[in-house]
């Protein structure tokens, strides 16, 4: 993998949908994601905490049912590199043990050992527990 391959958990993702803090720096690599010109790895759970995500947004009236259908086709859609194998699974249980912290979370920072690639995370908690120099704060990223 290059310098041009990222891995985005559900904390960034989000803000593609709902923006908040940092909204301006996660749009800019959501446009360079649909142009092409960076590539985002995620392991097969995104999907799944994308799809909580909105679930959740649905019942706490941030967005209407048909509307969260739409987005969450529309993200379906997205050319990821998705990522699950036996492999990344031990490497994230190993991950998970290291740091003490959920195997959801692990997934993320094992496949950016794994693959040697900058995983971008607004999740403090997760930040404070993850020594890694693959694991880098999205408020740092240029």
């Known amino acids: 993998m ?13 803000k593609w949908f709902f923006p908040e803090n940092d909204s301006e720096k996660v749009l800019k690599i959501k446009e360079s ?3 092409n010109t960076v590539s985002v790895v995620i392991p097969v759970l995104l999907y799944y ?5 909105l679930k959740t947004a649905i019942k706490m009236f941030r967005i209407n ?5 739409k987005v969450y086709k529309a993200f379906l859609k997205l050319n990821f590199v998705s990522y699950s194998s036996e492999l990344l699974l031990e ?7 290291r ?3 959920s195997s959801y ?4 920072v094992a496949l950016a050992e794994y693959l040697q690639v900058t995983f971008l995370t607004a999740d403090q908690r997760l930040l404070q527990r993850v ?6 704060d999205l408020k740092e990223y240029t």
């Open 105 to 108: 979370d692990a997934s993320y």
């Open 91 to 97: 490497k994230t249980l190993e991950t998970a043990v």
């Open 2 to 14: 290059n310098n041009t391959t990222l891995i985005l958990d559900s904390s960034v993702i989000a």
């Open 49 to 53: 905490e994308i799809n909580n995500l």
């Open 99 to 101: 740091f003490d912290i």
């Open 131 to 136: 020594s890694s120099k693959f694991v880098i």
């Open 65 to 69: 049912e048909n509307d969260a259908i």
């Open 33 to 35: 994601f649909t142009n």
